[in-house]
Nanobody, 122 residues
Framework: QVQLVESGGGLVQAGGSLRLSCVAS????????IGWFRQAPGKERAFVAG???????HYADSVQGRFTISRDNAKNTVYLQMNSLKPEDTAVYYC????????????????WGQGTQVTVSS
């Protein structure tokens, strides 16, 4: 089992920044790829960014160049630095873990956090 806890969400004006954290406990954190997903009201949960065990990364087109994902295995933590935020970034953000490689498919992740709300005002 892997337990994930997100934090760092909040209310920010358009153009601002937030840094989300995802802290893991349980099994060996470094064995897992971590993905960040988001879900806006009335929409499906969607891939935002992912980082592999080898720290290779992948981003959704909508956040490429604005968001940066990173991991600190010593702290069992993955970060999502979000810059130049837009109102359309408003959503609940979730981190998730899976073995092996990053996937854009929400169904392939085994463990999920409870989510953190990000609201971007215009």
């Amino acid at each position: 089992q892997v337990q994930l806890v997100e934090s760092g969400g909040g209310l920010v004006q358009a153009g601002g920044s937030l840094r989300l954290s995802c802290v893991a406990s349980g099994r060996t954190f470094s064995n897992y790829a971590i993905g960040w997903f988001r879900q806006a009201p009335g929409k499906e949960r969607a891939f935002v960014a992912g980082i592999s065990r080898s720290t290779s990364t992948h981003y959704a087109d909508s956040v490429q160049g604005r968001f940066t994902i990173s991991r600190d295995n010593a702290k069992n933590t993955v970060y999502l630095q979000m810059n130049s935020l837009k109102p359309e970034d408003t959503a609940v953000y979730y981190c998730a873990a899976k073995r092996l490689s990053i996937s854009l498919d929400v169904r392939l992740y085994d463990y999920w956090g409870q989510g953190t709300q990000v609201t971007v005002s215009s």
